[in-house]
């Protein structure tokens, strides 16, 4: 069973920037794709990023341009660099890992416990 961690979540005005880190143990890191998505209280899990086993990255419409995804194949981690936070980018933050990154939270079994990402206006 894969285990996922995330953090590095925290409350930050908007405009100011945030650094998330997720850490995945129980796959074969360097050979699948990471993605990061996002669940605001009262609505759906969304995707925000996701980058491929070779490095290729994909991003929602909301956030292209200002959140950038990374992976650290030795320390089998994946980030998430928010920059020019807004208040609508509030929500719980989720990693998961996947033979490619879909943009379907159905697609993945396992979920973490997130991290919270609080933008004050």
């Known amino acids: 069973q894969v285990e996922l961690v995330e953090s590095g979540g925290g409350l930050v005005q908007a405009g100011g920037s945030l650094r998330l880190s997720c850490t995945a143990s129980g796959s074969t890191f360097s050979i699948k794709a990471m993605v990061w998505f996002r669940q605001a209280p009262g609505k759906q899990r969304e995707f925000v990023a996701g980058?491929?086993?070779?490095?290729?990255?994909n991003y929602a419409d909301s956030v292209k341009g200002r959140f950038t995804i990374s992976r650290d194949n030795a320390k089998n981690t994946v980030y998430l660099q928010m920059n020019s936070l807004k208040p609508e980018d509030t929500a719980v933050y989720y990693c998961?890992?996947?033979?490619?990154?879909?943009?379907?939270?159905?697609?993945?079994?396992?979920w973490g416990q997130g991290t919270q990402v609080t933008v004050s206006s």
């Open positions: 980058i491929s086993a070779g490095g290729s990255t």
């Open positions: 998961n890992i996947g033979t490619w990154p879909s943009p379907l939270p159905s697609s993945y079994p396992y």
